[in-house]
C-alpha cells in the first residue's frame, strides 16, 4: 500500500468522524423551535418544563452540550438498577446513532458532603453526564423518549432525580481529541509497516 494512500484514508476517516461528531446543521431556527414546542405539547409535557425548554432551545449556540443527571434508585435496589439499564439501552441506542454517549457515568460513595439550602436533595444512588450533539438533537430524543415504554421504565426505577443542561468551559479527553490520536497512531504504524 502506498503511503500517501494511508495518509489520505487517515484523514478521510476522520473528517467523516468529525462531521457525525459534530455535525453541520447549526442552530436551530425559530420554526424548528415551535415545531418541537408544539410536539411537547401534543406528548402532555406540562407547561413549566415546555418553558424551560423553550428557552433553552432557543437559546441554542450550536455547541455540543452536557446533561447532568443526579439518580435515586427506589427500594430495592437491585430490581430498580435492571430496570434502570433497560431504560439505558434503548436510550443510548437512539443517541449513539446522533453521537450522543455516556461521558461519565459513577455511584455515589456517600451521602452529600456538602448541602446548601437542599437538605432533602441526598440519599443519591449515582450520577451521569451524557454528551449531546446539538440541542436538536436533544429535541429529537425527548421526541421519541417522553411517553414511552423505556421512558416507563426509567420512571418506575427512580425515587427522585435531577437533570439540567450544561454547556462545558473547560473539557479534557475529547473523543475528537482521543480519536486523532488513535488514527495518527494507526497511520504511523502502517506507515512503518510498509516501509520495513
Given at each position: 500500500m502506498d503511503i500517501t494512500l494511508i495518509w489520505i484514508v487517515t484523514v478521510v476517516l476522520y473528517a467523516m468522524f468529525w462531521l457525525w461528531y459534530s455535525g453541520i446543521k447549526g442552530k436551530l431556527s425559530q420554526a424548528e423551535v415551535e415545531?418541537?414546542?408544539?410536539?411537547?405539547?401534543s406528548k402532555g409535557i406540562d407547561a413549566d418544563k415546555r418553558a424551560n425548554l423553550r428557552y433553552f432551545l432557543e437559546k441554542d449556540d450550536g455547541r455540543e452540550w452536557f446533561?447532568?443527571?443526579?439518580?435515586?434508585?427506589?427500594?430495592?435496589?437491585?430490581?430498580?438498577?435492571?430496570?434502570l439499564q433497560r431504560y439505558t439501552k434503548t436510550f443510548m441506542a437512539g443517541m449513539f446513532k446522533r453521537a450522543g454517549h455516556p461521558f461519565f457515568v459513577a455511584i455515589a460513595a456517600a451521602k452529600n458532603i456538602e448541602n446548601l439550602n437542599c437538605d432533602d436533595s441526598d440519599n443519591w444512588s449515582s450520577t451521569g453526564i451524557v454528551r449531546y450533539r446539538s440541542?436538536?438533537?436533544?429535541?429529537?430524543?425527548?421526541?421519541?423518549?417522553?411517553?414511552?415504554?423505556?421512558?416507563?421504565?426509567?420512571?418506575a426505577s427512580l425515587t427522585k432525580t435531577l437533570a439540567f443542561p450544561a454547556t462545558a468551559n473547560l473539557l479534557m479527553g475529547s473523543p475528537r481529541v482521543l480519536v486523532a490520536m488513535s488514527l495518527l497512531l494507526i497511520g504511523a504504524m502502517?506507515?512503518?509497516f510498509v516501509m520495513a
Open positions: 415545531y418541537y414546542m408544539q410536539q411537547f405539547e446533561m447532568i443527571n443526579l439518580l435515586e434508585l427506589k427500594p430495592p435496589k437491585r430490581d430498580s438498577a435492571k430496570l440541542r436538536r438533537d436533544c429535541a429529537e430524543t425527548l421526541l421519541d423518549t417522553f411517553g414511552s415504554d423505556h421512558h416507563a421504565d426509567k420512571l502502517a506507515t512503518i
